[in-house]
């Protein structure tokens, strides 16, 4: 079965400040992964996706992420908080005969300050 | 339109009560899904209708009974529910369920049950 951990259930950064939100995977195979963001009172919306293309993948508002296989790792990253980034956001990975079927992890709590 | 809907918003029911959470989208998507998310959650998969058809249904207990009548359509059908039934209940849509596309989520409709 394929599982993402997210490191840290809370995460809280300065307006301008490096955004790094860590997510590893746990699969025999390579997967597909995602970044979901989840603002309050809202559904989630799709950020970016690995599906086994460029390692280095570009999403909306600035986010990127990187697969990295040797560490099992999709950690998203920003340059430049803003404010309006503060949200819960999601990684989650599928397998890769069944892209949207999404196990989603436990979810990061982004605070910016001013 | 990018957009899926989801009515109610808010539920409030008792125990004894049948309700039920409607969902629709017109992105000529033929996946969709039903998700359940408890505060500070992920969401978790409830169902999926492939084509109209329920592809996967994650032993939900048959308090829920879900239903597709179009390829636009997708109801939630709630009776006989426990308080910790108390959730947000997402849809979500997709171009098909193999290629690892774009899920699209509606608001959610926040249910209480009393």
């Known amino acids: 079965a394929q599982s993402v951990t997210q490191l840290g259930s809370h995460v809280s950064v300065s307006e301008g400040a490096l955004v790094l939100l860590r997510c590893n995977y746990s699969s025999s195979v390579p997967p597909y992964l995602f970044w979901y963001v989840q603002y309050p009172n809202q559904g989630l919306q799709l950020l970016l996706k690995?599906?086994?293309?460029?390692?280095l993948v570009k999403g909306i508002n600035g986010f990127e992420a990187e697969f990295k296989k040797s560490e099992t790792s999709f950690h998203l990253t920003k340059p430049s908080a803003h404010m309006s980034d503060a949200a819960e956001y999601f990684c989650?990975?599928?397998?890769?005969?069944?892209?949207?079927?999404?196990?989603f992890g436990g979810g990061t709590r982004l605070m910016v300050k001013p | 339109d990018t957009e899926v809907t989801q009515t109610p918003k808010h539920l409030v029911m008792g125990m004894t009560n049948k309700k039920s959470l409607k969902c629709e989208q017109h992105m000529g998507h033929r996946a969709m899904y039903w998700y359940k998310q408890k505060a500070k959650k992920p969401p978790e998969l409830m169902f999926v209708y492939s084509y109209e058809k329920l592809s996967i249904n994650e032993s939900v207990p048959s308090r829920f009974s879900p239903e597709c009548p179009n390829s636009s359509l997708l109801n939630l059908h709630l009776h006989a529910l426990q308080p910790e039934d108390s959730a947000l209940y997402l849809c979500?849509?997709?171009?098909?369920?193999?290629?690892?596309?774009?899920?699209?989520f509606g608001e959610g409709s926040r249910l209480t049950v009393l």
């Open positions: 989650a990975v599928s397998p890769n005969n069944a892209g949207n079927m999404l196990t």
């Open positions: 979500a849509s997709s171009q098909g369920t193999v290629v690892a596309g774009e899920l699209f």
């Open positions: 690995y599906t086994s293309a460029a390692t």
